[in-house]
């Protein structure tokens, strides 16, 4: 068995949620999650007019042109799969949440060694 733990953009999840229930995915497990990636900013990008119009000691204009203190809002969704379902499922995340631009996500695929539902006590796939 695998876990899929895919973290993507906000506005996508109503899109995954609606390709996980059509397909054969409709179990999982989402969160509101903050976080980062590994892009830093690019104060070239900011012209001198913008700088010289806000003083560069406001620490609130710093913080909002500067990725470096920004947590993102994504969402994160936890997804059991057999082993044998991963590479689609990784797939039909992609597929959905791919726009070709910075941000659009990412994916992790973890084994799991057992699973056990508590209402009825079975154990590995059988829980699933």
Do not use: W
């Not at 506005?11 to 830093?40: H, Y």
């Not at 042109?65 to 947590?71: A, T, V």
């Amino acid at each position: 068995m695998k876990e899929v733990t895919a973290i993507i953009r906000m506005n996508m999840i109503n899109a995954t949620k609606a390709a996980l229930l059509k397909s054969k995915f409709p179990s999982f497990t989402c969160r509101k999650v903050v976080g980062r990636g590994k892009k830093k900013v690019r104060f070239l990008m900011i012209d001198d007019e913008s700088i010289e119009s806000k003083a560069v000691e406001d620490k609130k204009f710093v913080e909002d042109i500067s990725e470096m203190h920004r947590l993102v809002p994504k969402r994160m969704l936890t997804i059991l799969v057999k082993d044998e379902e991963v590479q689609e499922l990784v797939e039909l995340i992609i597929d959905v949440n791919r726009t070709s631009n910075p941000g659009d996500g990412k994916i992790f695929v973890s084994d799991v060694t057992d699973v056990y539902r508590i209402r009825t006590g079975e154990v590995g796939e059988e829980a699933l």
